[in-house]
């Protein structure tokens, strides 16, 4: 081996479906990755025994050993790698046993290989960060601890928004970007973008609600010392938060608080201001 085959990142495909496996493989190693596959979990759980791998592309209908055992089985390594699992199983309770066994991405198939080989390439260029800690990954009671930084905040946003596959597409667009909204705020404004802290990410479901609970690292906030936001702007002047926004040099917008009020039902902050709770009402279904 050549010293810069022995610096390219490892990747191996557990995939059974032959086609897209030799693509993915095919793809990777143009892409400058040293690329394995198995075409099988147990076969996968030998080849990460012998071998260090940097990432695994994982699907989850695997036979003789499922995905989900082979990502479990990842994450008692000492140093686990990054795992991308690409699957047809959207379910709840497989997503939120992705979460609990620390899975990097979720993606559902059928996804093209360059997007997939896309993704490896973000995922080896994204910075190492403190692992999402889970705390609870029920599906009535989701808890997480998330690393203050916009690339861990968008990838658990997308397996979040996989467990409001099955609301009707009006409820979990308004879920999904008050939550957006709300995270982001959590993470730049309460954390600072330091990944050293952690946003606490609490979402709780029952049959005529979803709750939300995010507290930040921060001191919090005064309403009083937001007039570059628009939710702050009176209603004799409805837009003054943009003239403020252009005194201070900030880039236009400052419309995602007020907006964020119009896509839940109700809207509460601490005393601090530094955790906030938003509800959305649903319907019964069994009515």
Request: hydrophobic share 45%.
């Amino acid at each position: 081996m050549t010293s810069r085959e022995s610096h390219r990142k490892r990747v191996l495909v557990v995939e059974d479906d032959r086609t897209l496996s030799h693509a993915l493989v095919s793809l990777l190693e143009s892409a400058g990755f040293s690329a394995a596959s198995a075409g099988d979990g147990r076969a996968a759980l030998t080849m990460i025994g012998r071998n260090a791998f940097d990432l695994i592309i994982l699907d989850l209908g695997l036979p003789r050993v499922s995905g989900l055992d082979v990502l479990a089985e990842i994450q008692k390594l000492e140093t686990p790698p990054k795992v991308i699992v690409v699957t047809a199983d959207e379910t709840p309770a497989t997503v939120l046993q992705a979460i609990h066994d620390r899975a990097y991405q979720y993606i559902v198939k059928p996804a093209p290989p360059k997007t997939i080989v896309e993704l490896v390439e973000a995922a080896f260029a994204a910075p190492s960060l403190r692992p999402i800690e889970v705390i609870s990954a029920r599906a009535e009671w989701l808890e997480l601890l998330v690393p203050c930084d916009r690339e861990a905040a968008e990838r658990i946003q997308s397996f979040i928004e996989k467990l409001d596959a099955g609301l009707p597409v009006d409820v979990r667009d308004s879920i999904g970007q008050a939550f957006g909204e709300l995270l982001m705020n959590a993470i730049e404004w309460g954390g600072r973008l330091d990944p050293s802290r952690t946003v606490r990410i609490a979402c709780l479901r029952t049959k005529r609600m979803i709750l939300y609970r995010i507290a930040d690292p921060g001191p919090g906030f005064a309403f009083e010392h937001l007039d570059h936001a628009a939710i702050s702007n009176s209603d004799d002047e409805p837009y003054g938060h943009m003239r403020i926004r252009e005194e201070k040099g900030l880039r236009p917008g400052g419309f995602g608080l007020l907006m964020t009020r119009t896509l839940v039902d109700e809207l509460i902050w601490n005393e601090a201001h530094n955790e906030v709770v938003f509800v959305k009402y649903l319907e019964r279904m069994d009515e």
